[in-house]
């Protein structure tokens, strides 16, 4: 069962920021909370990564609240092209050989509107 | 483009039937991802092998089975085929095991789209 839950959609206005909100309340001490995108059927993109302190790359950034319970990924700008499903997903220990695989909800749909 | 390469791009066949997927993972990649995605639905996680070793299951059927040959490349063979296993087939690839201490960012392929009539 994935451990994140997300609204199922959102809309945001071009040029506008978009705030994807994900809670994580059971995340463990040494999981990552990783974000992903899917484009209409395409196979999903890596967007961001971040444990404790919010992170910012060239796509966008991740908030992370000081009790690691929540986060938001936030496109500072969004335009048209992304639009996609979002997934936010915590990295959970296979077995004692740090074996790791994905658990990912259903995501949030993103709509940017013209 | 990922660098992951899926074949077939599409796949239609009837129920009962055995096809294969193959994936080709990034160059210097080790570890091979197999997913699923029913419609309307997340990527659900089937199986993951590295280095030619199966290192972790999902849900997967015991209809389905998959390899990692030594050229690293990956097949997913699903047999007794149903209507429900009908979706897409995304394969994925990672530098390691588990990207070092914690990095493992995942790249995916295009998929297969399978339809089981």
């Known amino acids: 069962d994935a451990k994140t839950t997300q609204p199922p959609s959102m809309d945001c206005a071009e040029g506008r920021a978009a705030n994807l909100p994900c809670n994580h309340s059971t995340i463990s001490g040494n999981e990552y909370v990783y974000w992903y995108r899917q484009i209409h059927s395409q196979g999903p993109q890596y967007i961001i990564h971040g444990l404790k302190n919010n992170e910012t790359n060239e796509m966008a950034s991740l908030i992370i609240t000081e009790d690691r319970k929540s986060s938001t990924l936030i496109l500072p700008h969004a335009t048209l092209r992304d639009t996609a499903v979002y997934y936010c997903i915590v990295r959970v220990a296979e077995d004692a050989g740090n074996n790791r695989k994905l658990i990912w909800g259903l995501g949030t749909s993103l709509a940017v509107n013209p | 483009d990922s660098g992951v390469t899926q074949t077939p791009k599409h796949l239609i066949t009837a129920t009962g039937q055995r096809v294969t997927l193959r994936c080709s993972p990034r160059?210097?990649?080790?570890?091979v991802y197999w997913y699923q995605q029913s419609l309307d639905q997340g990527l659900q996680f089937l199986i993951q092998y590295y280095n030619g070793e199966e290192r972790a299951k999902g849900n997967i059927l015991e209809r389905f089975s998959a390899q990692q040959f030594p050229d690293l490349h990956s097949e997913l063979n699903l047999s007794s085929l149903e209507l429900g296993d009908s979706a897409l087939y995304f394969c994925a690839s990672s530098v390691s095991l588990t990207g070092g201490a914690s990095y493992n960012e995942q790249f995916f392929g295009p998929g297969t789209r399978l339809t089981v009539l």
């Open positions: 160059s210097g990649d080790l570890s």
